[in-house]
C-alpha cells in the first residue's frame, strides 16, 4: 500500500523523503518504484557530515533519498527541515531512530516492530506498521480540521444575524421584530440540532488534493471574517424583510414576530447546505440529499418549529401564532435566496482567488 500512499502524499502537497542506512543504489531503487520520485535525488551519509547547517539545509530541499546515515544524520536532516520552515514528520521503529522522532513535529513508531525506545520518544504509534496508515490519518485530521471551520462558519453568521438584527431595531428606534425569549428559542434548538450536525461530515472529494493550511494560520480568516458579515448582513434583510411584509399585510405584531422567527430558523437550514462544501458547490444531487445527520437534524428542527407555531402552550409562552400556506411559501422562498446569494458569493471568490493565484 506504500506506493499508492506516496502518490496521495505527492498531491496533497506532502512530501516523502527516505532516510535508510542501505546502500545508495539499493535505497534509491526503492524510492524510485514507490514513486517518491522518477529519478530520485540520493545522498550518502558522508555528504551531510561533510555540510554545516546552512549547506544541509539547502541540501534537504532537493535530496529524495539519504543513504548509508546514521542517527546523528537523521537528527540533522530532520532539524534542517524545520529550519526552512517546513512540518517534519518522521517514521521509525529503532533505538538509532528515537533522537530525530523526539525531534520531529510529529514521531511516529512502529508500533509491532518498534523498540520501546522509539514508542517513548514518538507522539503516534502506527499499530499495524503500515505507511498508508499515515496517509490516511492525514485525510481525517483534515476532515476534522474543515468540519470545525464549518461549525464556525455556520455559527457566527447565524448568531451574527441575529444580534444585528436586535441592534439595527434599537438603533433605529423600530419594533424589535423578534423576542429574546424567541431568539433564545431559536439558539437553542438550532445550535443543538443543526450546528452539530456538521461535527460528522464525511470529506470532501478533494480533500486530499488541497495544500496544507500554515500551522500558524488562524481559523478565523479573513475569507470566513468576510463570510460571517456577509452571511449576517443576509439574514437582516431577510428577517426586516419578512416582518415588514407581514405588517404591512396587516397581520398582528405577534404574527409578524413568529414569521421571523421561522425564517430565521428556515434561513439556517439553507445555509447549513451551503455550509457543508467550503472547498466547492453544494448545489448537486450529494449536496441536496444531504447526510443522515443533517436530515435527522432538520427532522427534529421541522417538528420544533412546528410546536412553537401550532401548539397553544408553546404559542401561550412565545406569543406566537399560527401560520398561513402563503406565508410558509414567503419564508422558504427567503430561504432559498439566501442559498442561492451564498453559492454565487462561493463562486465569485473561488474565480477571483483562482484568477489571482495564477498571476
Not at 55 to 60: Q, R, S
Not at 121 to 143: C, H, P, Q, W, Y
Not at 246 to 264: F, K, Y
Not at 295 to 319: C, D, E, R, Y
Request: proline share 4%; hydrophobic share 50%; with cysteine.
Amino acid at each position: 500500500e506504500a506506493k499508492a500512499a506516496i502518490a496521495k502524499c505527492h498531491t496533497a502537497g506532502i512530501r516523502v523523503v527516505m532516510i535508510t542506512g542501505d546502500h545508495a543504489l539499493t535505497a534509491g531503487e526503492i524510492a524510485r518504484q514507490l514513486g517518491i520520485a522518477d529519478a530520485p535525488v540520493v545522498c550518502a551519509g558522508d555528504e551531510v557530515e561533510k555540510a554545516d547547517d546552512g549547506a544541509l539545509a539547502e541540501l534537504v530541499t532537493r535530496v529524495d533519498v539519504f543513504a548509508r546515515t546514521t542517527p546523528e544524520h537523521k537528527l540533522r536532516i530532520v532539524t534542517a527541515l524545520q529550519a526552512n520552515n517546513q512540518v517534519a514528520a518522521m517514521t521509525g521503529d529503532g533505538v538509532n531512530d528515537a533522537p530525530a522522532l523526539k525531534r520531529a513535529d510529529v514521531g511516529i513508531a512502529m508500533g509491532q516492530k518498534g523498540t520501546e525506545a522509539a514508542k517513548e520518544a514518538s507522539e503516534m504509534v502506527l499499530a499495524n506498521d503500515n505507511f498508508a496508515t499515515i496517509t490516511a490519518a492525514v485525510k481525517e485530521g483534515r476532515t476534522v480540521y474543515d468540519n470545525l471551520s464549518k461549525v464556525i462558519a455556520w455559527t457566527l453568521p447565524t448568531n451574527g444575524g441575529q444580534a444585528m438584527t436586535i441592534l439595527a431595531a434599537l438603533v433605529f428606534g423600530m419594533t424589535l421584530p423578534i423576542t429574546p425569549v424567541q431568539i433564545l428559542w431559536v439558539n437553542m434548538i438550532s445550535a443543538v440540532a443543526l450546528g452539530l450536525t456538521l461535527a460528522f461530515e464525511p470529506p470532501e472529494h478533494n480533500v486530499m488534493q488541497r495544500p496544507p493550511v500554515p500551522p500558524h494560520s488562524s481559523v478565523l480568516t479573513g475569507r470566513l471574517v468576510w463570510q460571517i458579515i456577509f452571511v449576517s448582513g443576509l439574514f437582516v434583510l431577510g428577517t426586516f424583510g419578512i416582518f415588514q411584509w407581514a405588517i404591512g399585510q396587516g397581520d398582528s405584531l405577534d404574527t409578524g414576530r413568529t414569521l421571523v422567527e421561522n425564517t430565521l430558523v428556515i434561513m439556517e437550514i439553507f445555509y447549513l447546505f451551503s455550509i457543508r462544501y467550503r472547498h466547492g458547490t453544494s448545489l448537486t444531487w450529494t449536496g441536496v440529499l444531504g447526510t443522515p445527520a443533517v436530515l435527522s437534524g432538520i427532522a427534529v428542527v421541522v417538528l420544533a418549529q412546528a410546536l412553537f407555531t401550532f401548539w397553544g402552550p408553546m404559542q401561550t409562552i412565545f406569543s406566537s401564532t399560527a401560520i398561513q400556506i402563503a406565508q410558509l411559501w414567503a419564508m422558504i422562498g427567503i430561504g432559498i435566496s439566501v442559498l442561492i446569494i451564498v453559492e454565487l458569493e462561493k463562486w465569485l471568490w473561488r474565480r477571483f482567488s483562482q484568477r489571482a493565484a495564477k498571476s
